[in-house]
């Protein structure tokens, strides 16, 4: 039963926005139970890429398919999503945006949010509006990987964070996501989370330069990501 | 979808309920100040400035309704909130309906509550008990002809369809105003002004055409068959197929949207 491992395999994906080519024809099989990096500089094609798999966007070419089918009600409840903005509204208090999740994703786990908030020392009598930036992007975290997904697509979920929280959030994720579970992070913070990842997907306009486990570089190329990464996208 | 419908209701009422018992607050107390006594008082210059103040409330609630059924679409749907709706286990069809339900109860609440402050405004000069009459007669109409109860039946629904359909031709507009890369609200506004004009100039060639062309023959056919039947039959037709054409255009504007919402979605 190989093929019930493929979590998102993507052929041929592309997308045009007017006539520039965010993602070119790419070709992409992922499996269950794999923390994987996305990395590239900005404007490469990553939240395109994240998008697609949302459904948010539809592709201008190829297919994609998440847990087997193209994105859609059944992906929506399987699939973990942390977008790279607050889609907060302001008049929720934190408390409703826990019930919001509750109510819809019968995977959510209320316990599990609930204790996050408390160590995070977020008041959950708070309303969404009051809430500093960084707090927002905090509770945006806990309520995606609150969740017992199949896969977790989170982009750039570090970025907004201060370091010392930067380091929870990474022990959340990773202490958060079954086994056959997937995450696909998009950063550019590599340094960060270099220490997790299991594979590395590079993209740069558009186009997957890499794809490797981290272990297969650190053996063939006798360097760490990061500095693979500084290489390859050198200016 | 009750689950949205629930959420929508939520985000809704929290403004609209508080304004619905001012404006019912409000009116009670201009129908205190338009008894005689109090408009001699400080020679009736409070009674103006509450009739005023009365009605600038009116207009609030229903720009306060126009607001809110525009806000909920675009906020919720096409700007940031976006990213967490359309990622929700639920289809596009089901976003579209709970907002329109929605949209239309408080579409439909408004204008209660604006029938029931006019009432409450006149409740001192026997407006109650003309209207009781009023309703007491219509009671004896419906007894001698039950096509009376049909009609007004038939009329709700008319008013509930252009009402819905209305509602969805905003829906419309945002949508198609959303495909353009930047200003996407001034072009929601300008669709809303294109699609209204051609919206005319078709609406008035169909009309043109009734006169003469083959839409001539159509409208002759029509008569010819009309020609025996009883009135009553005939208004309900009649009103029914004013129903059929409200509900047309609505149905047209429903689809765009879903189309749009489903394949050409691009949240910024």
């Given at each position: 039963m190989e093929q019930k491992n493929e979590l998102i395999v993507c052929t041929g994906l592309s997308k045009t926005y007017g006539s520039v080519k965010a993602l070119d024809s790419l070709d992409l099989t992922l499996g269950g139970g794999r923390f994987i990096g996305l990395l590239g500089p900005n404007g490469s094609g990553k939240t395109t890429l994240i998008k697609l798999l949302n459904g948010l966007i539809q592709p201008t070419a190829g297919s994609v398919l998440v847990d087997g089918q193209t994105p859609g009600v059944h992906t929506h409840s399987v699939v973990s999503y942390l977008p790279d903005r607050g889609y907060l509204n302001d008049w929720m208090r934190v408390s409703d945006l826990i019930d919001f999740f509750a109510d819809f994703y019968a995977d959510f786990d209320r316990v599990k949010a609930n204790d996050m908030l408390k160590s995070l020392q977020i008041n959950a009598l708070d309303r969404l509006k009051t809430l500093s930036k960084g707090t927002k992007e905090k509770v945006q975290l806990i309520v995606t990987m609150s969740r017992k997904a199949k896969l977790f697509l989170l982009d750039e979920p570090i970025a907004g964070v201060d370091p010392a929280a930067r380091d929870y959030i990474l022990n959340t994720i990773l202490s958060n996501y079954s086994e056959d579970a997937s995450v696909l992070l998009s950063t550019h913070l590599i340094a960060d989370i270099e220490r997790v990842l299991d594979e590395v997907i590079f993209l740069k306009n558009g186009v997957m330069t890499l794809h490797e486990s981290v272990d297969t570089i650190r053996e063939e190329h006798g360097k760490s990501v990061d500095m693979l990464f500084r290489e390859v996208f050198a200016c | 979808m009750l689950k949205l419908l629930k959420y929508e209701w939520k985000a809704c009422a929290r403004i609209c309920l508080p304004l619905y018992g001012a404006m019912l607050l409000m009116s009670m107390v201009s129908a205190l100040m338009t008894t005689e006594r109090a408009q001699d008082f400080m020679s009736g210059i409070p009674t103006a400035i509450l009739g005023m103040l009365y009605f600038a409330m009116l207009v609030a609630v229903f720009v306060v309704t126009l607001v809110i059924l525009i806000q909920r679409f675009?906020?919720?749907?096409?700007?940031?909130?976006?990213?967490?709706?359309f990622t929700l286990p639920v289809t596009v069809a089901q976003h579209i309906w709970s907002k329109v339900i929605i949209a239309a109860v408080i579409c439909c609440l408004s204008g209660i509550v604006a029938v029931l402050s006019i009432a409450i405004l006149g409740s001192g000069t026997g407006l109650f008990t003309g209207l009781a009459m009023l309703i007491g007669e219509f009671g004896r109409i419906i007894v001698v002809d039950p096509n009376v109860l049909g009609y007004m039946l038939e009329g709700i629904l008319l008013l509930l369809l252009s009402t819905i359909s209305g509602v969805l031709y905003l829906y419309l507009c945002m949508a198609l105003g959303h495909l353009a890369k930047k200003h996407r609200v001034l072009m929601s506004v300008v669709w809303y002004f294109v699609l209204s004009t051609v919206a005319q100039f078709v609406f008035s060639f169909v009309l043109i055409g009734m006169g003469n062309g083959p839409m001539e023959m159509v409208v002759q056919a029509i008569g010819d068959m009309v020609?025996?039947?009883?009135?009553?039959?005939?208004?309900?037709?009649?009103?029914?197929?004013?129903?059929?054409?409200?509900?047309?255009?609505?149905?047209?504007?429903?689809?765009?949207?879903?189309?749009?919402?489903?394949?050409?979605?691009?949240?910024?």
């Open positions: - | 675009y906020k919720n749907l096409l700007g940031d909130e976006g990213y967490l709706m020609v025996g039947v009883p009135p009553q039959v005939l208004l309900h037709g009649v009103l029914l197929g004013f129903c059929v054409a409200t509900a047309i255009p609505g149905a047209i504007c429903y689809f765009g949207t879903h189309y749009i919402l489903k394949n050409r979605l691009n949240l910024e």
